[in-house]
């Protein structure tokens, strides 16, 4: 029995609700520019086909980035994020939370895209196959999802919703051994 899956439910489940939390944040104040940029909506100029994940290179609205981070969070991608794990083309990280527990490096980050959801859970069911990894229990959700999936060292979770301005939020949570 993998007596880590309960925490890989749980670390989600903590961090899908600071997540909640920080958007909620009926605050004023403009949040801080991912790092690496010079604003918040910086992304590649130029177009690329449409239905290519990635395509869109319209700005990120800066009110889609969390107001305040908590402690330990950044507003990047965690050094123990798995590399074998894509993340989407043209997403930004806006959260991004990595521990230990037990010699299992655990990490969770919060992409944004101006993508539909459709579009990007449709990337990464494609791409997780692709690259070998078994999915487990996949669900459409509204115009979203959810996924599990593991390649033998790793396990995730994948959520994708809409975001309430456009675009897609994309939650992905994992362990690795």
């Excluded at 489940?13 to 004023?28: E, K, P, V, Y």
């Excluded at 909506?41 to 869109?56: E, H, L, R």
């Excluded at 993340?87 to 101006?114: F, N, R």
Aim: charged share 20%; proline share 10%; glycine share 10%.
């Amino acid at each position: 029995m993998d007596r880590s899956r309960p925490f890989l439910s749980l670390f989600a489940a903590l961090i899908l609700t600071g997540w909640l939390a920080a958007a909620c944040d009926s605050g004023t104040q403009e949040p801080a520019a991912p790092e690496g940029s010079d604003t918040a909506a910086s992304v590649t100029a130029g177009k690329a086909p449409m239905g290519v994940p990635g395509a869109d290179k319209t700005p990120i609205p800066a009110s889609r980035f969390p107001k305040d981070l908590a402690d330990g969070v950044t507003a990047g991608i965690p050094d123990n994020f798995p590399e074998e794990l894509p993340i989407y083309p043209g997403s930004q990280p806006a959260q991004g939370k990595q521990a230990e527990l037990h010699g299992v490096e655990q990490s969770a980050v919060q992409l944004l895209t101006v993508d539909p959801p459709e579009m990007v859970f449709d990337f990464y069911m494609k791409k997780l196959e692709a690259d070998g990894w078994k999915l487990t229990n996949p669900r459409e959700i509204g115009p979203g999802g959810a996924v599990t999936a593991s390649n033998g060292a790793c396990n995730t979770t994948l959520l994708v919703g809409p975001a309430k301005e456009g675009g897609s939020d994309i939650f992905l949570i994992s362990e690795c051994s």
